[in-house]
């Protein structure tokens, strides 16, 4: 267990930082060709299920972590970034392929937890726990709307664009009311990250949360594109309602 405490520093645009997004984007690419190609639609929804339990797992792996090396903190641990919160929810919406919170973690996974891939506010490099656990929620989250693009045959939709929009908003909004409460800063609503990210760029507190409004709506839109320009119609869709 001793090397999961190790601590060597984490360098953006290293190959540990590569690593991990390379080795999710395999196992992308083998879990869509393996549904496609030898399951039926239940086995489909149970690959997806299981595929959704990994970032839950490395979620609360380093949950019990941080418990046993009596580090937890109320104001860093709770459940309640947005990737957090899809980690729990994703499992259940994977597995009964639920058409209207596909739409919605289709955004909250590419729009927002790509970015946590590309500029992740990490200090532990591998093969510390915090690392693991990081890569295996943030990256494993990228899999699931893929994955049910290409095997639930998802197409997205303007609609799927609005809802999440305001949704992600309630939530943003709900997360600030925490942070005032508890002095913590989920979802970074009362300063930066202390990392280098793009938020860096988007102007001070309160400014930024402003400015990620419009940079919400313009990733949102495109992350719509391929569906818009390239013409997206799955031949067939067993999603529910």
């Not at 959704?52 to 580090?71: D, E, H, N, T």
């Not at 209207?100 to 891939?117: D, K, R, S």
């Not at 989250?141 to 908003?169: G, Q, R």
Request: net charge positive; glycine share 6%.
């Amino acid at each position: 267990m001793s090397f999961l405490l190790d601590e060597t520093m984490f360098q953006s645009f290293s190959w540990s930082h590569l690593w991990p997004i390379l080795l999710f984007t395999f196992i992308t690419i083998g879990a869509i060709f393996y549904a496609n190609k030898h399951l039926d639609d239940p086995g489909k929804s149970r690959l997806g299920f299981y595929l959704a339990l990994i970032p839950l797992f490395f979620m609360l792996f380093r949950a019990g972590m941080v418990i046993y090396l009596g580090k937890f903190d109320h104001k860093l641990d709770l459940p309640i970034h947005l990737c957090r919160i899809t980690a729990i929810i994703a499992p259940f919406i994977m597995l009964n392929r639920n058409r209207f919170w596909l739409g919605v973690i289709y955004f909250w996974i590419i729009v927002g937890t790509l970015n946590a891939n590309i500029t992740p506010d990490l200090y532990n490099g591998f093969p510390h726990f915090e690392y693991l656990c990081y890569f295996g929620l943030h990256s494993g989250l990228l899999v699931l709307p893929i994955y049910a693009v290409f095997v639930y045959k998802l197409k997205i939709v303007w609609k799927d664009v609005w809802v999440s929009f305001i949704l992600t908003n309630v939530f943003v909004f709900v997360v600030h009311g925490f942070n005032y409460l508890l002095g913590s800063n989920y979802m970074y609503t009362m300063h930066k990250p202390e990392v280098a990210s793009i938020v860096d760029y988007m102007g001070p507190w309160p400014w930024y949360l402003l400015t990620g409004q419009a940079i919400a709506l313009v990733l949102m839109c495109l992350a719509i594109a391929p569906f818009i320009f390239n013409g997206i119609r799955p031949r067939s869709s067993s999603l529910n309602p």
